[in-house]
């Protein structure tokens, strides 16, 4: 509700009038202290350092974002998106709010709504896992699907029109909405959390890209804190980044990703290349037998895109030891395994999709214990 504008001309100073009380203001004072509420009841995550006994000289450390209250790192962005969403004026009272989301994102937003009695509307390909949107109904939000991967970015659009809502958009927004310089993001806890370590300032970050908004985050502030430590970021297949970031072509597209969360059919406007310091892409196997591995190691569950950064994390650590470097190393515990009990934990699912993960097994497992990293077998 726009209130009518008052001019003051010169020598014509009008009598006072009662000021507008704008009222919506209160809701998003609301609105904001209920967030910073979340913000205070949320403890930091872990830093785990598991050892490996092959990994001679490198320090391996996991920052487990899977233990926020809805199961992922997204928990992080959904709070930022909210903030920047009412900060600029676009929630209020009774906005309706749409995202196009691949799952985890929109659990997180779904939590976040229902804390303000938002309405929320999830737009997901059907591949989502039952779990995800189990997870989104029991937060009251709606889910909305779609065939193909693609088209999840026109269907939100068109349902905040409808609706005259707003879409989250965090494929866009995620590298804006998140503060980079600090404030407690997670590079920040990161290397605050390293400061007693042996090797405090990593030689590598390793981080898989979903709207690219994490790695933005760590790349941007390691060249703002002036550190030595390199960002690797790790892709998967059918996804557009890595061949984005090597040729330099933002417009290069993909089929889609099998690892939930990561590898996108776009390059999406929050991921930034330029903060990126090496890119490796992984195969799908290589991938979920390292979730396999590392699960087995940590004895618990972790997601894919886990194992993406795992073995990624592994490709790293090969090379700085057989160029005889010490340091150490960091990636993060993206979300936990019991929402792909029915894919990557599932036997019958990796067949039917030609997955053979034994054989990455196998090398990871020697790498691990006898730090001998040789192709599969
Ligand atoms: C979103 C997501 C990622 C990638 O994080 P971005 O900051 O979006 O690049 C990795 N793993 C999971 C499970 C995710 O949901």
Not at 21 to 36: G, M, P, V, Y
Not at 44 to 60: A, E, N
Not at 283 to 298: G, K, N
Not at 351 to 377: A, C, K
Request: aromatic share 10%.
């Amino acid at each position: 509700m726009q209130q009518p504008i008052m001019t003051i001309e010169a020598g014509a100073c009008p009598a006072p009038v009662p000021l507008p009380d704008c009222a919506e203001r209160e809701w998003t004072r609301i609105a904001i202290a209920r967030l910073q509420d979340d913000g205070r009841r949320s403890a930091d995550t872990h830093l785990l350092k598991p050892l490996f006994r092959g990994l001679k000289g490198i320090s391996v450390y996991l920052k487990d974002e899977s233990t926020h209250p809805t199961g992922s790192l997204k928990h992080r962005l959904g709070r930022s998106l909210f903030l920047y969403g009412i900060c600029n004026g676009k929630i209020r009272q009774n906005t309706t709010l749409v995202e196009a989301s691949s799952g985890s994102t929109a659990v997180s937003e779904a939590y976040f709504a229902q804390l303000l009695g938002l309405r929320f509307i999830a737009v997901m390909p059907h591949s989502t896992s039952r779990q995800k949107i189990e997870a989104i109904q029991s937060f009251g939000g709606e889910c909305h699907f779609v065939d193909r991967a693609n088209d999840v970015y026109d269907v939100a659009i068109r349902i905040a029109r409808e609706t005259g809502g707003h879409y989250l958009d965090q494929f866009t927004n995620a590298e804006r909405a998140t503060d980079w310089r600090g404030n407690n993001n997670i590079a920040e806890s990161i290397f605050h959390q390293m400061e007693g370590e042996e090797f405090p300032i990593p030689e590598w970050l390793v981080m898989s890209a979903g709207t690219g908004g994490t790695s933005a985050t760590l790349g941007r502030y390691i060249r703002y804190k002036n550190l030595e430590t390199r960002l690797c970021v790790v892709d998967v297949e059918n996804s557009a980044f890595y061949d984005a970031w090597r040729t330099g072509d933002l417009q290069v597209t993909a089929s889609g990703s099998r690892i939930e969360g990561i590898g996108r059919p776009r390059v999406e406007p929050s991921f930034v290349p330029g903060v990126i310091d090496h890119m490796i892409r992984v195969p799908d196997a290589a991938s979920i037998a390292a979730a396999h591995v590392l699960s087995e190691r940590l004895f618990r569950q972790i997601g894919g895109s886990t194992g993406t950064n795992f073995f990624g994390l592994c490709w790293i650590a090969a090379n700085m030891m057989k160029a005889g470097r010490q340091g150490s190393i960091v990636t993060l515990i993206c979300d936990g395994g019991h929402r792909y009990t029915e894919t990557f934990y599932n036997p019958d699912w990796l067949r039917e999709n030609g997955i053979d993960i034994d054989p990455y097994r196998r090398m990871l497992d020697r790498f691990l214990d006898h730090g001998e990293f040789l192709p599969p077998v």
